[in-house]
């Protein structure tokens, strides 16, 4: 049996703007985690399991749009592997809330399934195979989750370039508080794609400050600046309510998080719902987890990059 397995992630400031070519950061959330497994089988065909999302089927009776089928076919091509085996898929981030888990679920399938027919394969390949069945669940992704998840390190992306390593000078620690309601990817990106179809001149301009306030804080990361941090967070989540993608139970736990000592708090991933982060210190840590709670996050999740 060979096993594989992906982390959550986390966008710290850039999202929607990222589509668009400006810069994003980044982190895996090491604490949540999808796992895949391949075990032999004794007939000539490929069984897959995913009891949390209903599926135990075979490969050829699936569709050729199917999320996991797309994952296991690409990785079948790639490790030029035959026969039959079963491919069995968990995970424990969330679906739908901005913690990627589409792109955790696709590394774990790709790393088992080559690891199991002994094909080596580098994390730029990886979040390349990755990033063709992000194409099926998000459409017109930028590809930062698949990267984030397949290089396992918090990056500076900036779409169609090589991911940059983001330093970090100490010890950065992130509440992220979920709000339990499905964040559409999809939707929102087309929702967004609409509005700057109409409006390209305004739209494009938030995506600059957008992106202003990324390449800020990727330089008070690198110089462990955390107090500085915070605002550039609080100002990245006052353009994305202008471009309409937060909602009322993410503003609500924002203010929640802010109201408790959070040094910053802004939405992550595409909003709509889904999960916010608020950057904290140890002095506030508690607080404001308890405080996310109590303002109705159907879970907190505690994460850091740097040490
Ligand atoms: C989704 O995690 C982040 C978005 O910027 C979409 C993308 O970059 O593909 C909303």
Redesign the pocket.
């Known amino acids: 049996m060979t096993k594989a397995s992906a982390p959550g992630k986390v966008?710290l400031l850039g999202?929607?703007a990222?589509?668009y070519g400006r810069p994003?950061l980044a982190a895996p959330v090491q604490a949540v985690r999808a796992h895949a497994e391949v075990l032999p089988l004794d007939e000539d065909r490929v069984k897959v399991e995913a009891h949390e999302v209903g599926v135990d089927t075979y490969l050829d009776e699936m569709p050729d749009t199917h999320p996991l089928g797309k994952a296991i076919r690409l990785s079948i091509k790639e490790a030029q592997a035959s026969g039959g085996f079963q491919v069995s898929v968990a995970s424990d981030i969330p679906p739908a809330s901005?913690l990627?888990s589409s792109a955790a679920v696709s590394v774990a399938i790709i790393r088992a399934v080559c690891e199991h027919f002994e094909h080596e394969l580098g994390a730029d390949r990886v979040a390349q195979m990755a990033f063709e069945v992000e194409m099926l669940h998000?459409g017109d992704?930028?590809?930062?989750?698949n990267t984030v998840v397949a290089f396992e390190i918090p990056v500076l992306f900036v779409k169609g370039e090589e991911p940059r390593p983001l330093g970090v000078t100490g010890r950065f620690q992130f509440v992220i508080g979920d709000t339990g309601e499905p964040s559409p990817?999809k939707e929102?990106?087309t929702m967004l794609r609409g509005r700057w179809a109409g409006d390209t001149e305004f739209v494009d301009a938030l995506f600059d400050s957008i992106g202003e306030l990324t390449n800020q804080a990727a330089a008070c990361i690198g110089r462990g600046e955390i107090g500085n941090l915070g605002p550039l967070m609080n100002h990245d989540q006052t353009l994305l309510e202008t471009l309409g993608v937060s909602s009322p139970s993410l503003d609500r736990l924002i203010r929640a998080a802010r109201d408790a000592g959070a040094l910053g708090a802004k939405l992550s991933?595409?909003g709509g719902g889904g999960i916010m982060i608020a950057l904290v210190d140890d002095s506030s840590l508690e607080a404001v987890d308890t405080a996310l709670r109590e303002a109705g996050a159907v879970r907190t999740i505690q994460t850091e990059i740097g040490q």
Do not use: M, N, R
């Open positions: 966008i999202e929607h990222a589509v994003a901005g990627g998000h992704p930028s590809g930062i989750d990817t929102l990106v991933g595409a």
